[in-house]
Each structure stands twice: as structure tokens, then as C-alpha cells.
């Protein structure tokens, strides 16, 4: 059982690049959350899912865009990366509890 | 608009002396609060939460907190930390029947020998 996988751990992107960060979880959740952790900020929310086909912006949208692939995959898209998007990147699933398991983080630097 | 402050940033303590972490919420609804802890280089993990019933709730590694709907407080307790406890604790609130879920901007504990 590995819970939330994310993919990649680790990425240094020029400012301009895009890319993907992958999320899954194989607990048969509906709701699924991508967060972004900066010092002394705590974590924000950027895009959730709550359930398969639907997507909601959080408290930090712009920059991003978001695809739910199905009930498993959440996967966050930056179109063009910008300095300010270094960050820590967490994706989440929630329980029927109401408790929410996070994955081990993507750290991103964008230069 | 909801809202979590968690009151110290940081909370330097010796091994076996007692630790409060505070948190304060604000809300116009009912709401579900946790306490995540998260160890170096890790996600978060929840640590403990409330969400109906008894407003004093606990973890199995000796953690407590209680809900204080007149403050709007979750505070968290140990009465004798070990050097183990050093983490990140964050406070979150969500409202009842939400989605999303608010978060502190955490506490960082620091557990001395």
C-alpha cells in the first residue's frame, strides 16, 4: 500500500520551462489537493479535486493549471515557470474521516 | 473568510519539560480542526483531530488537544516531550462538509538533549 506517490522529488527549471508534477493515490479517495509549502507560510492551497471530473481553484491558483486523470491521478502543470514558484509542491488525498494523507513533496526551483 | 494563526513560531524546550503549542481559528460556521506533524525532508502527517463529541481528544504518542469553541482555540499539548517531538506541527481547520482545508503557518518544535 504506498499511500500518495509523487513524481518528480526533485527539479530545477529556467524561468519560462513547463512542466508536470504527478500525483496517485491508491486508497480509493475522491477528493485530491495540490499545496505549495514556503517558509513561514505554511501550506496554501493551489487546485482540488473533489471528486473525479472536477477541479476548483484554491488560494494560489494563477501559474498553474490542473488535470484529475481519473479517480487514482491528480497531476499540477506550470506553463511557465517563475522565480516565485520555487517551492515545495505536496499533493494530498482525503479520507471519508476527513483526514488527509500527503505525499513525500516535490522541491522545485525555478532559476 | 476562514483563518488559522498559530501564535510561535518556533518553541525551543528541554527533553521531559511539558510543551503548549497554540492555535486560534476563525469561522461564521461549524468546523473540523487537526494538528499534522511533519519531520524533516517528509509530507505531513495528522497528529490528532476533532471533529464531533468529547472536546478533548488525544494521539497515541501522548499529544492532546482541546477545542474551545468560546476562544476558538485548538491548542496542543505534551506534558514531557522527547528529543522525537521535533517536527513542524501545523493547525488546520475545515469547514463542516468542505473541502478545503486551511492551514497554519506551522510551529516548529525543537526538543533539547
Known amino acids: 500500500n504506498a499511500g500518495v506517490t509523487q513524481t518528480p522529488k526533485f527539479q530545477v527549471l529556467k524561468t519560462g520551462q513547463s512542466m508536470t508534477l504527478q500525483c496517485a493515490q491508491d486508497?480509493?479517495?475522491?477528493?485530491m489537493y495540490w499545496y505549495r509549502q514556503d517558509p513561514g507560510m505554511g501550506l496554501r492551497l493551489i487546485y482540488y479535486?473533489?471528486?473525479?471530473?472536477?477541479?476548483d481553484k484554491g488560494e494560489v491558483p494563477n501559474g498553474y493549471n490542473v488535470s484529475r486523470l481519473n479517480k487514482r491521478e491528480f497531476s499540477l502543470r506550470l506553463e511557465s515557470a517563475a522565480p516565485s514558484q520555487t517551492s515545495v509542491y505536496f499533493c494530498?488525498?482525503?479520507?471519508?474521516?476527513?483526514?488527509?494523507?500527503f505525499g513525500p513533496g516535490t522541491r522545485l526551483t525555478v532559476l | 473568510a476562514q483563518s488559522v494563526t498559530q501564535l510561535d513560531s518556533q518553541v525551543p524546550v528541554f527533553e521531559e519539560a511539558p510543551v503548549e503549542l497554540r492555535c486560534n481559528y476563525s469561522?461564521?460556521?461549524?468546523?473540523?480542526l487537526f494538528w499534522y506533524v511533519q519531520y524533516p525532508n517528509q509530507g505531513l502527517q495528522l497528529l490528532l483531530k476533532?471533529?464531533?463529541?468529547?472536546?478533548l481528544v488525544e494521539s497515541i504518542n501522548g499529544f492532546e488537544a482541546e477545542f474551545n469553541k468560546s476562544q476558538t482555540s485548538f491548542h496542543l499539548r505534551k506534558p514531557s516531550v522527547h528529543i522525537s517531538d521535533t517536527a513542524e506541527y501545523f493547525c488546520?481547520?475545515?469547514?463542516?462538509?468542505?473541502?478545503?482545508?486551511?492551514f497554519g503557518a506551522g510551529t516548529r518544535l525543537f526538543v533539547k538533549a
Open positions: 494530498a488525498s482525503r479520507a471519508v474521516t476527513d483526514t488527509q494523507y
Open positions: 486508497m480509493n479517495h475522491n477528493s
Open positions: 479535486s473533489a471528486s473525479e471530473g472536477t477541479t
Open positions: 469561522s461564521s460556521v461549524s468546523v473540523y
Open positions: 476533532y471533529l464531533s463529541g468529547s472536546t
Open positions: 488546520a481547520v475545515t469547514n463542516t462538509g468542505g473541502f478545503k482545508t486551511i
